[in-house]
């Protein structure tokens, strides 16, 4: 049983949540703040967040940033804030998916569905031990610093390599162009984003039909075609 932790101050909404969310198998957890997540985290970890921003104390913005720091465990960000740039942070704090209020509590069951899904694909199609990671086509050596693409060795650079296995670590999550600048590049990195254009037009390249794809107006992420079967 698949255990969610929501963390919403308006009980109305926690309550009409949780109620579809149980209907479908689901163990829930009910927080009103941001600090009982935080504790409900390091007690018992549930397996997908659904958070709120607006939240008194602690905001989602930063809840979500913790969680990050620790985990890639799924989080959807249901708020009334509908403007984009709300959207994009949320996203970029390392949230999986956006739901601005009011919302059908039937399209956040399938989003919930949905995501849960992608992340079981992934860990059923990836192969990892401490050195190698195998997912679908891509192997991966990290302490040897080798990468195959359909059995064939692929030759590529620092920066390729290290894009790469960012990307196939955390299959299906999008990074914007910003955040892959800090994790490949480094927070001391003063040049243009269009690095990251360009080292993507050098990977496909080299590795023809790699599922490196384009988030529009965001970033990139390494795609499992499986999620969609």
Same mark, same amino acid.
């Given at each position: 049983m698949k255990h969610i932790g929501i963390v919403e101050d308006d009980s109305?909404?926690?309550?009409?949540?949780? @109620?579809?969310?149980?209907?479908?198998?689901?163990?829930? *957890?009910?927080? *009103? *703040? @941001?600090?009982?997540?935080w504790e409900l985290w390091k007690k018992n970890p549930p397996d997908m967040w659904i958070l709120d921003l607006m939240l008194p104390g602690m905001d989602g913005y930063d809840f979500c940033k913790r969680i990050r720091k620790? *985990?890639?465990?799924?989080?959807?960000?249901?708020? @009334?804030?509908?403007?984009?740039?709300?959207?994009?942070?949320?996203?970029? $704090?390392?949230?999986?998916?956006?739901?601005?209020?009011?919302?059908?509590?039937?399209?956040?069951?399938a989003r919930v569905k949905r995501l849960f899904k992608r992340v079981d694909v992934m860990l059923k199609h990836q192969d990892v031990d401490d050195d190698r990671l195998?997912?679908?086509?891509?192997?991966?050596?990290r302490n040897d610093r080798r990468l195959f693409w359909n059995g064939e060795e692929k030759e590529v650079t620092t920066k390729e390599f290290d894009m790469l296995l960012?990307?196939?670590?955390?299959?299906?999550? @999008?990074?914007?162009?910003?955040? $892959?600048?800090?994790?490949?590049?480094?927070?001391?990195?003063?040049?243009?984003?269009?690095?990251?254009?360009?080292?993507v037009k050098r990977i496909r390249k080299k590795i023809d039909k790699i599922p490196l794809e384009t988030v529009w107006g965001y970033g990139y992420r390494l795609r499992d075609k499986e999620e969609d079967k």
């Open positions: 109305n909404i926690q309550n009409i949540v949780a @109620a579809f969310l149980k209907q479908e198998g689901f163990q829930i *957890s009910l927080l *009103s *703040s @941001a600090e009982d997540g620790e *985990s890639n465990v799924p989080i959807i960000i249901i708020s @009334a804030k509908d403007e984009e740039i709300d959207k994009i942070l949320g996203l970029e $704090l390392g949230g999986d998916d956006y739901l601005t209020k009011p919302f059908s509590p039937r399209e956040l069951v195998k997912i679908g086509d891509l192997l991966i050596y960012l990307l196939a670590e955390n299959m299906n999550r @999008a990074f914007s162009r910003e955040e $892959l600048l800090i994790k490949v590049w480094g927070d001391d990195y003063f040049g243009s984003d269009r690095a990251v254009d360009d080292l």
